[in-house]
T-cell receptor, first 113, second 119 residues
Framework: AQSVSQHNHHVILSEAASLELGCNYSYGGTVNLFWYVQYPGQHLQLLLKYFSGDPLVKGIKGFEAEFIKSKFSFNLRKPSVQWSDTAEYFCAVNQYYGQNFVFGPGTRLSVLP | GAVVSQHPSRVICKSGTSVKIECRSLDFQATTMFWYRQFPKQSLMLMATSNEGSKATYEQGVEKDKFLINHASLTLSTLTVTSAHPEDSSFYIC???????????????FGEGSWLTVV
């Protein structure tokens, strides 16, 4: 069965530090890849997505992610985090033309001011 | 980890009928549950936020009389699609937030989703 793993349960950074959150999936076929963010008390929001084309995808709020097919990875990055980036981050995979999203367990990011 | 269960995972119903999808937090209490819908080849769209014991808050453009959401207890929220039409066919997913004050804080857990087909 398709699965998504995220490397860290909880990441704590100071402001201005660089961020990289790992995401790996198990499905071998063509996939669509997503990163979602959920700020405290709010609903899920889409940060960025990859369907095809340039494997380096830029999203909102300075986030980017790189799809590396050979590694089945889609890691999220940001060069300099802010306190307002404190949130829960979810990686998700959707099989191309598939019906279901499979979400990773999430990574909580805490940014210290 | 905490588990959110959705039932049914797949359902087929006739046009004009109503169908109910349940979202249960199996081992934790959830004061807030979120309902999402996925349109073909797109990401998830938030439909409504459901708070235990109060009326759901619907997003703009979501028909509250068509998509009835009930959050009767701290472990159960239901989405009822009334008078379903083929265009309601979609993938519906819920998520549940652990009750504030619990050890897990505001962690969100997702259900596995429910695929609705209206024929």
């Amino acid at each position: 069965a398709q699965s998504v793993s995220q490397h860290n349960h909880h990441v704590i950074l100071s402001e201005a530090a660089s961020l990289e959150l790992g995401c790996n999936y198990s499905y071998g076929g063509t996939v669509n890849l997503f990163w979602y963010v959920q700020y405290p008390g709010q609903h899920l929001q889409l940060l960025l997505k990859y369907f095809s084309g340039d494997p380096l995808v830029k999203g909102i709020k300075g986030f980017e992610a790189e799809f590396i097919k050979s590694k089945f990875s889609f890691n999220l990055r940001k060069p300099s985090v802010q306190w307002s980036d404190t949130a829960e981050y979810f990686c998700a995979v959707n099989q191309y033309y598939g019906q279901n999203f499979v979400f990773g367990p999430g990574t909580r990011l805490s940014v210290l001011p | 980890g905490a588990v959110v269960s959705q039932h049914p995972s797949r359902v087929i119903c006739k046009s004009g009928t109503s169908v109910k999808i349940e979202c249960r937090s199996l081992d934790f209490q959830a004061t807030t549950m979120f309902w999402y819908r996925q349109f073909p080849k797109q990401s998830l769209m938030l439909m409504a936020t459901s708070n235990e014991g109060s009326k759901a808050t619907y997003e703009q453009g979501v028909e509250k009389d068509k998509f009835l959401i009930n959050h009767a207890s701290l472990t159960l929220s239901t989405l009822t699609v009334t008078s379903a039409h083929p265009e309601d066919s979609s993938f519906y997913i819920c998520s549940a937030r652990v009750r504030e004050g619990a050890a897990s804080g505001n962690t969100i857990y997702f259900g596995e989703g429910s695929w609705l087909t209206v024929v």
